[in-house]
T-cell receptor
Framework: SAVISQKPSRDICQRGTSLTIQCQVDSQVTMMFWYRQQPGQSLTLIATANQGSEATYESGFVIDKFPISRPNLTFSTLTVSNMSPEDSSIYLC?????????????FGQGTRLTVV | AQSVSQHNHHVILSEAASLELGCNYSYGGTVNLFWYVQYPGQHLQLLLKYFSGDPLVKGIKGFEAEFIKSKFSFNLRKPSVQWSDTAEYFCAVMIYNQGGKLIFGQGTELSVKP
């Protein structure tokens, strides 16, 4: 298993500003992901954070809006840039334990972001 | 594109009633399957998972799910619900060899009346 710490747990931000969310894992993991859960909605994958290379973004998400860093196998950051009220969501970091069948995903507690 | 569909958006039951939440996915290859629960104001928790073997899997809090490969389904069941089961339930699919990312269903809100 993996224990994931996310910071901050919540924040209220002014529109037009940026917020960086940190994700720390207690062990080295191959795959790290960032998800968004908009109010009353399901979870949507934003991107896969790749160690040592650019993140892989899902359709509808772009690097300019959601830059991601992954400097090593235990840490990643997601920045929400030039925020608007529509960015108010819970952002979750997730890791998976492998690449084969039997792979399981673990989630951080999430960052609850409110943009005013 | 692969997708996950949950049949019910909102289910209302009385305590002791039986529960079945439907989940279907669209992918013909090998998958791992999960049900997550999110209690009001809390973070996501894993209820149960299916990787391989016995298609009937048991999870926490008396929940179970059955994988029917021919129907691409992974329905969640509980024989007798409690008021404390009031929560949002998410079905999720992990496609083998796609690195471990999850595709989530839309979620089903369960309300249990005492």
């Amino acid at each position: 298993s993996a224990v994931i710490s996310q910071k901050p747990s919540r924040d209220i931000c002014q529109r037009g500003t940026s917020l960086t969310i940190q994700c720390q894992v207690d062990s080295q993991v191959t795959m790290m992901f960032w998800y968004r859960q908009q109010p009353g909605q399901s979870l949507t994958l934003i991107a896969t954070a790749n160690q040592g290379s650019e993140a892989t973004y899902e359709s509808g998400f772009v690097i300019d809006k959601f830059p991601i860093s992954r400097p090593n196998l235990t840490f990643s950051t997601l920045t929400v840039s030039n925020m608007s009220p529509e960015d108010s969501s819970i952002y979750l970091c997730s890791v998976s334990t492998g690449l084969s069948t039997g792979t399981e995903a673990f989630f951080g507690q999430g960052t609850r972001l409110t943009v005013v | 594109a692969q997708s996950v569909s949950q049949h019910n958006h909102h289910v209302i039951l009385s305590e002791a009633a039986s529960l079945e939440l439907g989940c279907n996915y669209s992918y013909g290859g090998t998958v791992n399957l999960f049900w997550y629960v999110q209690y009001p104001g809390q973070h996501l928790q894993l209820l149960l998972k299916y990787f391989s073997g016995d298609p009937l899997v048991k999870g926490i809090k008396g929940f179970e799910a059955e994988f029917i490969k021919s129907k691409f389904s992974f329905n969640l069941r509980k024989p007798s619900v409690q008021w404390s089961d009031t929560a949002e339930y998410f079905c999720a699919v992990m496609i083998y060899n796609q690195g471990g990312k999850l595709i989530f269903g839309q979620g089903t809100e369960l309300s249990v009346k005492p």
